[in-house]
Nanobody, 125 residues
Framework: QVQLVESGGGLVQAGDSLRLSCIIS????????MGWFRQAPGKEREFVAG????????QYGDSVKGRFTISRDGAENTVYLQMNSLKPEDTAVYYC??????????????????WGQGTQVTVSS
């Protein structure tokens, strides 16, 4: 079994910053990619950012480029999402996910095998 647990969400004002964390545990392979997605009410799940197992390859959704940064600490089995210059449209439930057995950074939610329970981020104007 593999478990992912997110933390760090909350209520902030536009322009503020937040850092989300996701800890992965359980029977993980040696190499796996990680990603962050978000879903707002009435909308589809959206790719936010992804990072390869080595940390050398990072991908971002167009709406967050230049504002969000993904990173990972392999020793701690943790992936982070630093979110700066937050906007009300960033309001959503944020999910971290793990992708096993794929090369590159997957951009689609169906390419991820395991998911966390989500953490709410609310940005007020």
């Amino acid at each position: 079994q593999v478990q992912l647990v997110e933390s760090g969400g909350g209520l902030v004002q536009a322009g503020d910053s937040l850092r989300l964390s996701c800890i992965i545990s359980g029977r993980t392979p040696s190499f796996y990619n990680m990603g962050w997605f978000r879903q707002a009410p009435g909308k589809e799940r959206e790719f936010v950012a992804g990072i390869s197992w080595s940390g050398s390859n990072k991908q971002y959704g167009d709406s967050v480029k230049g504002r969000f940064t993904i990173s990972r600490d392999g020793a701690e089995n943790t992936v982070y999402l630093q979110m700066n210059s937050l906007k009300p449209e960033d309001t959503a439930v944020y999910y971290c996910a793990a992708s096993f057995g794929r090369t590159g950074v997957p951009l689609n939610h169906w390419e991820y095998n395991y998911w966390g329970q989500g953490t709410q981020v609310t940005v007020s104007s």
